[in-house]
């Protein structure tokens, strides 16, 4: 798991988007966001799932997983503007719209967005293949997914919402891109239509505990130990502010467990695969 | 030519972006300013050469037109915004972020870019040609081409830049998706490599000739006569502004010139094809 994070690192290193001209720090700009790091949770349900499966296939799969990355790092970058959280710190750096200026991070977002899907359109898989991913990324990651989720957020920011809504907005927002990057492991690696959709189920669960315990960590911990702006959550709608810190906690350690037994569904290479990376990212807080 | 710009119309209006929800006005909002009406000259010049070369494909078209004019409307929302050009009319009606806010300007935009790629993926044609097409618009889409054009022009706002450096801008920010648009309609009348290119060429002529007169419009209509906000460019690095308006002018007389000798070099069906659209669309200072 961490020799392939590694991978993953020094393919993203190696692969950032270029954009040469004569604009002094564009591409500079384009860069900065996706040199700084970050969890890489998404490309790593993507890898995991076919270095479990198709380990041959994991070198063709890194430009897809960059992909996954793009579009996530894109909607952090819109995320922190000005006109949304206005935050100036994300992934241990200063915000684009800090270090530049609001036009660059805007430019930067939109090009990541673009570039999502070129990375795709131009991977070493079949063109059958290709078309299934870029489907779903266009469907999870655009109006049926995240930008709904984030309209949602922005719009009830200062308003009450129930718990179904509060977890649609979540669902959309975060839950469904992760469960994205899992069915695009699963399409890569050619599984079953019926292994699919219980990897999506999966990454829904997944997806919703992470943002539970993402609402956790804006609460308890500081800009510092978290690496971007945080505590600025307090008029948002989160599950702490809904159940209170414990009652989070609580629905957290739910989830987590019910994503445990999940996890014992799937076939062996599958489980131990998955189990590693959650491991890693999840389960943080039991 | 008429007839299948109103083709599109019905179209259009009857396959508007849906995101069903709760939110209580993103959907109105993601809809509006494709309503809001248009040229729709990306969209004519992609079924135009379909028309001409492979009629019975129009209706399989109408969605990657969609595509296409879904992509270019982002690009207005954002250039738009507040941090942009912060314009208040567009297509004769009230910006995004000055009807809603500029959360809902930039999600819509961010939207309307992601669902484009999503239209292409799902549209009746062969893997194939989608994969080609999808390339096509996420480089010329992106940074390759209107992306990078439009951090240039913002950048070098205050700035003089030289001929060489106005037309880079140009070609990136508005002549690649024009000359997209050709190529893409040739991929799916299945038109040879060597028309294509030719296409493409001439696309990045009449995309440079449809700038300059842009820049002409913004110098010289009202906002009333021109459905946007104008005279907006004073500062801005315009061929008007590098050449003087009797320079632009001249400018747009000669390179209109060489559009209809390559125009002629085309076979009778596109010459006819595109000789009707750009009639319309071009040649409006001669």
């Not at 998404?42 to 996954?68: D, E, H, Y």
């Not at 078309?131 to 984030?150: A, T």
């Not at 890569?188 to 999966?202: H, T």
């Not at 037994?261 to 890693?280: G, Y």
Request: proline share 2%; charged share 20%; glycine share 6%.
């Amino acid at each position: 798991m961490k020799q392939l994070l590694e991978e993953f690192e020094t393919y993203l290193n190696t692969h950032l988007p270029q954009s040469k001209s004569f604009h002094p720090n564009f591409e500079k700009a384009l860069q900065e966001m996706l040199r700084a790091g970050g969890k890489r949770f998404r490309p790593m349900l993507l890898l995991s799932v076919v270095q479990a499966k198709q380990s041959l296939l994991i070198k063709n799969a890194m430009s897809v997983a960059l992909g996954l990355e793009l579009l996530h790092t894109y909607s952090l970058i819109h995320d922190d503007l000005p006109a949304m959280d206005d935050a100036s710190l994300r992934r241990g750096y200063p915000t684009l719209h800090t270090t530049y200026d609001e036009v660059t991070a805007i430019l930067v977002g939109d090009a990541l967005n673009t570039h999502a899907f070129n990375l795709l359109a131009n991977a070493a898989f079949s063109n059958d293949v290709k078309i299934e991913l870029i489907k779903i990324l266009s469907s999870d990651g655009g109006i049926d997914g995240m930008i709904i989720g984030q309209a949602i957020d922005c719009y009830f920011e200062n308003q009450k919402v129930e718990l179904s809504q509060l977890e649609f907005l979540h669902i959309h927002k975060t839950a469904k891109l992760i469960a994205a990057s899992l069915k695009m492991g699963a399409i890569i690696a050619g599984l079953s239509d019926e292994v699919q959709e219980k990897l999506y189920a999966f990454g829904i669960d997944i997806g919703l505990l992470f943002q539970i315990q993402d609402d956790i960590i804006d609460e308890t911990q500081s800009e510092e130990e978290a690496g971007k702006t945080t505590n600025n959550d307090g008029a948002k709608n989160s599950f702490v502010n809904l159940l209170g810190l414990n009652g989070a906690i609580k629905s957290a350690n739910e989830l987590a467990n019910k994503c445990k037994e999940t996890l014992n569904q799937f076939d062996t290479e599958l489980n131990t695969s998955l189990h590693q990376l959650l491991q890693k990212y999840l389960y943080r807080h039991q």
